[in-house]
């Protein structure tokens, strides 16, 4: 397994537990037990081969597919959700089906390139992103439809599809569903609210009635080092969910959240050293293709998720409602990020496994093969 990843892992989950023990000291049991089982799951998936995950992706896929079919008939919501569906009831606990959903997609699209390459395939490809974003924004959850589609998106450039064919293909997209975009904002008049509401906050002397306005002021006194995990200043709902960084932040410091972005720095480095890799072996076999794409994909799945969740903390985006990956109160996310993250260990080692002795030599990645 790969020692930057474990430490990534371990660092955001020991964050997560500081800023929950802060913003909800009653909830840092069950967030730990919740941290040690993701952890566990990191592990177990580790242990599986790249080539099971893509000989199984097009069936977890459909799974994911009829798990957000159901949330539309028997999901919940919460009292902050406007009336959204968005977890299927398991007894006590309740799960979100887009998490997998997007997990789902990654193995899928790996599988469909590694098995059939990026000739003349984009149709296929391009239905499967669309219906996956589909049903999730029909929940409706705007900002993790945009995180689906923007993934399917990496994942064909990860494969190597021309840039200019995804052009346009976001082009053709994007004038074909100006109309269903249109009723979409006039059936769920609270997305433009709150875009319309961010964009007006500037002009309120202070904003600090908000919860980005009272994450702020916890990020400010928290200061360089941290008050440590005795209650924040301030109370608000999203405190150990969403806005978990403000807690990170007044408990550890700045110390505490640029330990928060090295970590997520070290799964984007990992994640790019499986395909500086895979691109060493000559003749590339479609499991080194399908493990490069496995790991680009379960990276931005992370990563990304985690610039949107900062950013929307900083006030830059309105509320999308993302949680902050393997750090965020939530076991939905938590377990799915980790499989994820077992994934890119698995690709790891078998993208090692199979270069040669002298691609092994970091001194030789930066050079280029003849």
């Keep these: 397994m790969s020692i930057q990843l474990l430490i990534a892992q371990v660092l955001l989950l020991l964050l997560g537990l500081m800023g929950v023990a802060a913003a909800r000291p009653d909830l840092i049991m069950d967030h730990g037990l919740k941290a040690l089982l993701a952890l566990a799951a990191t592990f177990i998936v580790a242990r599986m081969h790249p080539r099971t995950f893509m000989k199984h992706g097009l069936s977890f896929w459909l799974v994911t597919l009829v798990l957000l079919v159901l949330v539309l008939f028997i999901g919940v919501g919460t009292a902050e959700s406007s009336g959204t569906r968005r977890w299927l009831p398991l007894g006590p606990l309740k799960f ?3 998490e997998l959903a997007k997990l789902g997609l990654i193995l899928q699209l ?4 590694s098995r059939r390459g990026v000739q003349n395939k984009l149709l296929s490809a391009t239905a499967m992103i669309i219906v996956t974003t589909a049903l999730i924004i029909l929940e409706p959850d705007l900002g993790t439809s945009v995180l689906t589609f923007s993934l399917g998106i990496v994942l064909m450039f990860a494969a190597g599809v021309r840039i200019s064919n995804i052009a346009g293909f976001m082009l053709a997209l994007g004038l074909l569903s100006l109309p269903v975009i249109g ?4 059936t769920h008049p609270y997305i433009m609210e709150r875009w319309t509401g961010h964009a007006t906050r500037g002009d309120v002397p202070q904003p600090g009635l908000d919860q980005i306005g009272l994450a702020h002021r916890d990020l400010t006194f928290g200061g360089w080092w ?16 969403d806005m978990v960084v403000a807690a990170i932040g007044f408990t550890t410091g700045l110390l505490g959240v640029m330990m928060l972005l090295f970590a997520y720095w ?3 480095q990992s994640s790019l050293q499986v395909g500086q890799l895979a691109a060493r072996i000559r003749p590339m076999t479609p499991e080194v293709h399908g493990a490069s794409i496995l790991a680009t994909g379960c990276m931005y799945m992370i990563v990304g998720q985690a610039f949107v969740n900062l950013l929307v903390a900083a006030g830059i985006f309105p509320v999308t409602g993302v949680p902050l990956p393997l750090v965020s109160y939530g076991f939905s996310s938590m ?10 260990h698995s690709c790891m080692r078998t993208v090692r496994e199979q270069l040669p002795d002298e691609a092994t030599n970091p001194d030789l990645l930066a050079v280029p093969a003849d």
């Design 96 to 98: 979100q089906p887009s």
């Design 226 to 241: 941290g008050h440590g995990p005795d209650g924040l200043r301030y109370q608000y709902f999203a405190a150990h969910t």
């Design 183 to 186: 009723r979409y904002l006039e």
């Design 110 to 113: 790996a599988s469909f390139f």
């Design 335 to 344: 377990l799915t990020m980790s499989a994820a993250l077992g994934i890119i």
């Design 266 to 268: 070290l799964i984007v």
